[in-house]
């Protein structure tokens, strides 16, 4: 049978146990799950430094080689649907989407249809790299479904292993443009006091911690203090809004890039997203502190306010170094021009 290979080095500070440790470091582009991943171990599919492992409580150590034998994609039942995309940029080997918000990038539960494959599928049809699994052909990376801006889809098998290896090296440039409640302020005290926070030359806030599925809500992630993930956010204010400020237009940009990353590592750090229903919490602006309608809008706003405007990495196959931009959409646009107290659409 046809297999794809998967290799990987085991990170500092391992789990004990080699099913947590392969949960923890397998890179993300490859969506195994710790229930698959133990699948794979009972199944003789994991090696750890060439030698097969059976045990899923075998321990393992920083710098232990891994490889996973990954069985043949199977066919996928997705329908191509006739969904139009805004692409960036596309050859024979990959494709560069700005996503709109509410588009979803792959089937799941509850969203079958609709989502950036679906359309993918219509667009390339069967030249999409089957690495990602048959309901993720193509995806190397994600953002969520209300967050907009830009990805890259791999559409040979070769392009998304090379995408998957900067990823996991943390080479790929992401930088998204966010509207924060709060100002990230180095004299803020409280800030001062988070563990994993500090502030760098200009002013950018670093965020540093351990991230991990919430231990009750499992859709959610958290900062935690041992185990999970190593995360790191490096936070840059923009523009401030109101007087005394209130709100923040922020870039932030990712040197890794975990499930839910900034939207957990801002609400962390007090600086929870307007509009996010997640980890924003119910905060409201102070109405007092803004240009009229300024706190409406920004309590009205439907998504996380969160764009991923750049994105640039080196071409897997030509080696040509590609950088993007996307301009911030319109409703995020609005709603800067009500906290900046500009917008005049309805005047006479």
Same mark, same amino acid.
């Given at each position: 049978?046809?297999?794809?290979?998967?290799?990987?080095?085991?990170?500092?500070?391992?789990?004990?146990?080699?099913?947590?440790?392969?949960?923890?470091?397998?890179?993300?582009?490859?969506?195994?799950?710790?229930?698959?991943?133990?699948?794979?171990?009972?199944?003789?599919?994991?090696?750890?430094?060439?030698?097969?492992?059976?045990?899923?409580?075998?321990? %393992?150590?920083?710098?232990?080689?891994?490889?996973?034998?990954?069985?043949?994609?199977?066919?996928?039942?997705?329908?191509?649907?006739?969904?139009?995309?805004?692409?960036?940029?596309?050859?024979?080997?990959?494709?560069?989407?700005?996503?709109?918000?509410?588009?979803?990038?792959?089937?799941?539960?509850?969203?079958?249809?609709?989502?950036?494959?679906?359309?993918?599928?219509?667009?390339?049809?069967?030249?999409?790299?089957?690495?990602?699994?048959?309901?993720?052909?193509?995806?190397?990376?994600?953002?969520?479904?209300?967050?907009?801006?830009?990805? %890259?889809?791999?559409?040979?098998?070769?392009?998304?292993?090379?995408?998957?290896?900067?990823?996991?090296?943390?080479?790929?440039?992401?930088?998204?443009?966010?509207?924060?409640?709060? %100002?990230?302020?180095?004299?803020?005290?409280?800030?001062?006091?988070?563990?994993?926070?500090?502030?760098?030359?200009?002013?950018?806030?670093?965020?540093?911690?351990?991230?991990?599925?919430?231990?009750?809500?499992?859709?959610?992630?958290?900062?935690?203090?041992?185990?999970?993930?190593?995360?790191?956010?490096?936070?840059?204010?923009?523009?401030?809004?109101?007087?005394?400020?209130?709100?923040?237009?922020?870039?932030?940009?990712?040197?890794?890039?975990?499930?839910?990353?900034?939207?957990?590592?801002?609400?962390?750090?007090?600086?929870?997203?307007?509009?996010?229903?997640?980890?924003?919490?119910?905060?409201?602006?102070?109405?007092?502190?803004?240009?009229?309608?300024?706190?409406?809008?920004?309590?009205?706003?439907?998504?996380?306010?969160?764009?991923?405007? %750049?994105?640039?990495?080196?071409?897997?196959?030509?080696?040509?170094?590609?950088?993007?931009?996307?301009?911030?959409?319109?409703?995020?646009?609005?709603?800067?021009?009500?906290?900046?107290?500009?917008?005049?659409?309805?005047?006479?």
């Amino acid at each position: 049978m046809a297999q794809d290979l998967l290799g990987f080095v085991i990170g500092a500070a391992p789990p004990p146990r080699l099913d947590k440790a392969l949960a923890r470091d397998v890179p993300e582009a490859a969506a195994l799950s710790r229930t698959r991943l133990a699948r794979l171990i009972e199944e003789d599919a994991v090696r750890v430094n060439g030698e097969v492992v059976h045990d899923a409580k075998a321990r %393992v150590v920083e710098g232990d080689r891994i490889d996973i034998a990954l069985p043949a994609p199977r066919e996928s039942h997705m329908e191509p649907e006739a969904i139009a995309l805004k692409i960036a940029f596309e050859d024979d080997d990959l494709i560069v989407i700005d996503k709109p918000a509410g588009m979803v990038v792959h089937p799941a539960p509850g969203t079958p249809s609709g989502t950036l494959v679906n359309a993918l599928l219509h667009h390339c049809g069967d030249r999409l790299s089957g690495v990602g699994g048959a309901r993720r052909p193509g995806i190397v990376h994600r953002i969520d479904k209300d967050t907009s801006g830009l990805l %890259v889809v791999a559409k040979s098998d070769a392009a998304h292993q090379g995408l998957a290896a900067q990823f996991a090296a943390h080479t790929v440039e992401r930088a998204y443009l966010a509207v924060a409640h709060g %100002v990230p302020d180095p004299g803020d005290p409280r800030l001062a006091g988070l563990a994993g926070l500090r502030f760098d030359a200009g002013g950018v806030l670093v965020i540093r911690t351990q991230l991990a599925r919430h231990r009750t809500d499992r859709q959610r992630q958290a900062v935690v203090t041992s185990g999970g993930r190593h995360a790191v956010t490096r936070v840059r204010l923009c523009e401030t809004f109101g007087q005394p400020p209130a709100a923040s237009l922020v870039e932030c940009r990712l040197e890794t890039g975990r499930t839910h990353q900034i939207r957990v590592h801002m609400a962390y750090a007090g600086l929870g997203l307007i509009g996010d229903p997640v980890y924003g919490g119910a905060r409201r602006l102070p109405a007092r502190a803004l240009p009229e309608g300024g706190s409406e809008a920004a309590r009205r706003f439907p998504r996380q306010a969160l764009h991923a405007g %750049v994105l640039g990495f080196t071409h897997p196959l030509s080696g040509t170094a590609l950088r993007f931009s996307s301009p911030l959409p319109a409703d995020m646009t609005a709603l800067l021009d009500r906290l900046r107290g500009t917008d005049d659409s309805e005047t006479g």
